[in-house]
């Protein structure tokens, strides 16, 4: 239904159904990179849906090895949206207009990210596209998939503003003894999520995920965090390390 805004223009609704939903490590906000490729070792799923579900949607998609995945904010939708937002890469201390930045408090909770297309499976009438490098909550509702081009959407000369630089993964991750011990019981475990554990929590812990006004700063904080069906808890020991403390199973999700 359209609203009637003036005499020659019109707010227009559109309804979309999800296409395919986010099989992630992230089960929460808290730790996801803010952008996608900065954490290589996280690896998902994208199920197909409903009549999406076929093989025939995504024939040849593997000659393609990045995706764009066009999803629903889902996890912060209920929250609505603000004009102005504090970017983390401005320290999250400065408001600029939401739609100069990639904050999921917008308009319309559209997201985009590109992500690497590791194979396609089909089995027993399900297709799975399996992805890398993601940043997506688990659970995610994907309304929209499209192959990367480089020679169009890689514009290397393009100005990025206060975001032109990848941020530095500044921070070294080190393992207790305790957590050395927990990573071992784990991995040792034939689920293949759990392969590349240490590397994913490498990778997410060196980007820093506190809150950006904390970040540069030293901070003796427990921090705890969900990855798969576990949690991570750990501390910063000095102003660039990070010390992981224990890993243990959160009984608060299913795998």
Same mark, same amino acid.
């Given at each position: 239904?359209?609203?009637?805004?003036?005499?020659?223009?019109?707010?227009?609704?559109?309804?979309?159904?999800?296409?395919?939903?986010?099989?992630?490590?992230?089960?929460?906000?808290? #730790?996801?990179?803010?952008?996608?490729?900065?954490?290589?070792?996280?690896?998902?799923?994208?199920?197909?849906?409903?009549?999406?579900?076929?093989?025939?949607?995504?024939?040849?998609?593997?000659?393609?090895?990045?995706?764009?995945?066009?999803?629903?904010?889902?996890?912060?939708?209920?929250?609505?949206?603000?004009?102005?937002?504090?970017?983390?890469?401005?320290?999250?201390?400065?408001?600029?207009?939401?739609?100069?930045?990639?904050?999921?408090?917008?308009?319309?909770?559209?997201?985009?990210?590109?992500?690497?297309?590791?194979?396609?499976?089909?089995?027993?009438?399900?297709?799975?596209?399996?992805?890398?490098?993601?940043?997506?909550?688990?659970?995610?509702?994907?309304?929209?998939?499209?192959?990367?081009?480089?020679?169009?959407?890689?514009?290397?000369? #393009?100005?990025?503003?206060?975001?032109?630089?990848?941020?530095?993964?500044?921070?070294?991750?080190?393992?207790?003894?305790?957590?050395? #011990?927990?990573?071992?019981?784990?991995?040792?475990?034939?689920?293949?999520?759990?392969?590349?554990?240490?590397?994913?929590?490498?990778?997410?812990?060196?980007?820093?995920?506190?809150?950006?006004?904390?970040?540069?700063?030293?901070?003796?904080?427990?921090?705890?965090?969900?990855?798969?069906?576990?949690?991570?808890?750990?501390?910063?020991?000095?102003?660039?390390?990070?010390?992981?403390?224990?890993?243990?199973?959160?009984?608060?999700?299913?795998?």
């Amino acid at each position: 239904m359209s609203k009637t805004c003036d005499s020659t223009h019109q707010v227009q609704s559109f309804k979309f159904e999800a296409i395919a939903t986010i099989e992630s490590p992230y089960q929460e906000k808290f #730790a996801i990179p803010r952008q996608p490729n900065l954490v290589s070792a996280a690896k998902g799923k994208v199920v197909l849906l409903g009549a999406a579900n076929n093989s025939e949607l995504v024939r040849d998609i593997e000659q393609f090895s990045h995706l764009w995945l066009l999803f629903i904010f889902h996890g912060t939708q209920a929250q609505g949206w603000k004009p102005l937002v504090r970017p983390p890469r401005l320290g999250g201390n400065v408001k600029t207009g939401v739609l100069a930045t990639r904050s999921t408090f917008r308009p319309n909770p559209i997201g985009m990210s590109v992500v690497k297309l590791d194979k396609v499976t089909v089995a027993h009438k399900q297709t799975i596209l399996h992805i890398s490098g993601l940043d997506l909550l688990h659970g995610t509702p994907i309304i929209d998939i499209k192959p990367y081009l480089p020679y169009s959407d890689a514009i290397i000369d #393009a100005d990025a503003g206060f975001a032109q630089q990848q941020p530095d993964a500044g921070l070294s991750v080190v393992f207790s003894k305790q957590a050395q #011990a927990d990573l071992t019981q784990y991995q040792a475990r034939p689920e293949e999520k759990y392969s590349e554990l240490a590397l994913l929590i490498e990778q997410v812990l060196a980007q820093d995920p506190r809150p950006a006004y904390k970040q540069g700063k030293t901070d003796d904080k427990v921090y705890g965090m969900s990855l798969y069906d576990l949690n991570i808890q750990w501390q910063l020991t000095a102003l660039h390390t990070v010390l992981v403390l224990n890993i243990t199973k959160n009984q608060k999700i299913v795998s």
